[in-house]
């Protein structure tokens, strides 16, 4: 329990989607924060429908909520201005922080002409309605301004074009602090086995946007080649499941340790540990708190040379674990299945500290406070 003192901030946080990352993500700052958080939250379900609607469900209960607070810090899933609008006389004098985990104008969807752009127009209105935005990655804020931009120049007239500049100048990135205390007590009590095979994880959401059968595809070009490896396939999966993970697991059958999600973190921090190499081949990531896991617990990372990937590596390792392509890829991991003692040799797992909780809350905890120090609105 935290204790009051004259110095400690009220922050009340709004999460219209109060599960998976954006739960640990919240439920890790209250922890690890030096003032006080409170949650007013939704389950996460119908994240388009949250969009639309919290805004009004929120502020609802925002008008009825009893206590005073000093900071309002809000999830990208909150319509913001509409939030202000219908709650002005309640926000007034009130800073107001949002934390952008993804946005809806780069999130990539799999035909173009899906994309519902009064979303990417929420996300805009979001950042304009806060005193200070926050990103998880230098990627992910420079993707989204470009393409706020380009969305905003397809108006016939009246192009608000003084809005890039605008949402930069309120903008920071602070990354999302990682539960690294329950890998590093999984590490150290693991025992290695330097003789077998190297384990291949592959720790993702089972959705298109990180592109499954690309690395399915390459696991099985590596077996028929004849290549000794183990398989650990997890990560989080939804009501439907792509085709192409069964395919896979029938497929690679010989080599599998581990396939499908696992409900406990205990036992995910276990395939965590007892893995060599992680594999990424996303074509959207934000952030990639499950390679950050991953790389703690002792893997060796092999990510793609784009998206927030780079920022994620300290530089001298870019030529070591950064690929280019699908080719790249097999290369590079057919090259350490030769060579194990090559793959274990890469121990990143330090660097991956600056994502713990102990730096990125006090990180959080600045943020508020200058927002406080910088003045509210009248």
Same mark, same amino acid.
């Given at each position: 329990m935290h204790s009051r003192d004259d110095h400690m901030l009220r922050i009340l946080a709004l999460e219209p989607y109060y599960g998976g990352s954006h739960k640990a993500f919240l439920d890790g700052y209250r922890a690890h924060s030096r003032h006080s958080v409170e949650l007013l939250t939704m389950p996460a379900r119908k994240w388009k429908w949250r969009m639309r609607g919290a805004a009004l469900s929120m502020g609802h209960a925002l008008a009825e909520w009893e206590d005073a607070f000093d900071v309002l810090f809000?999830?990208?899933?909150v319509d913001l201005a509409a939030l202000?609008?219908?709650q002005a006389r309640r926000l007034r004098g009130i800073p107001r922080v949002a934390?952008?985990?993804?946005?809806q104008l780069t999130y990539p969807v799999p035909s173009e002409d899906e994309r519902d752009y009064q979303f990417g127009f929420t996300n805009i209105t979001t950042c304009l309605a806060s005193d200070c935005v926050l990103f998880n990655s230098h990627y992910h804020l420079?993707? *989204?301004?470009d393409a706020a931009e380009r969305l905003l120049r397809r108006m016939p007239d009246f192009v608000p074009?003084?809005?890039r500049d605008a949402v930069h100048a309120r903008s920071s990135v602070v990354p999302v602090g990682v539960d690294l205390a329950s890998i590093d007590a999984a590490r150290s009590v693991h025992q290695p086995e330097p003789d077998a095979p190297l384990t291949v994880l592959w720790n993702h959401r089972w959705e298109y946007d990180k592109a499954a059968e690309e690395f399915f595809d390459v696991m099985t070009r590596l077996d028929a080649a004849g290549q000794a490896f183990r398989l650990c396939v997890t990560g989080e999966s939804f009501r439907e499941v792509p085709a192409v993970f069964e395919a896979a697991r029938a497929r690679l059958a010989d080599h599998v340790?581990? *396939?499908g999600y696992l409900e406990s973190r205990a036992d995910y921090v276990r395939a965590l540990v007892e893995s060599d190499v992680v594999v990424s081949t996303a074509v959207q990531e934000f952030f990639g708190i499950s390679v950050v896991e991953a790389i703690r617990a002792g893997c060796a990372?092999?990510?793609p040379n784009r998206l927030s990937y780079p920022e994620i590596l300290p530089e001298p390792w870019h030529g070591r674990c950064l690929?280019?392509?699908?080719?790249?890829?097999e290369q590079r991991l057919a090259r350490w299945l030769s060579r194990p003692e090559e793959a274990r040799s890469v121990d990143l797992g330090g660097a991956m500290s600056r994502f713990a909780w102990g730096r990125v809350a006090p990180a959080l905890d600045d943020v508020m406070e200058r927002a406080c120090e910088e003045g509210r609105h009248a």
């Open positions: 809000v999830s990208d899933f202000v609008g219908t934390y952008f985990h993804e946005n420079d993707s *989204f301004v074009d003084w809005t340790k581990t *396939f990372p092999l990510l690929y280019e392509g699908r080719e790249g890829l």
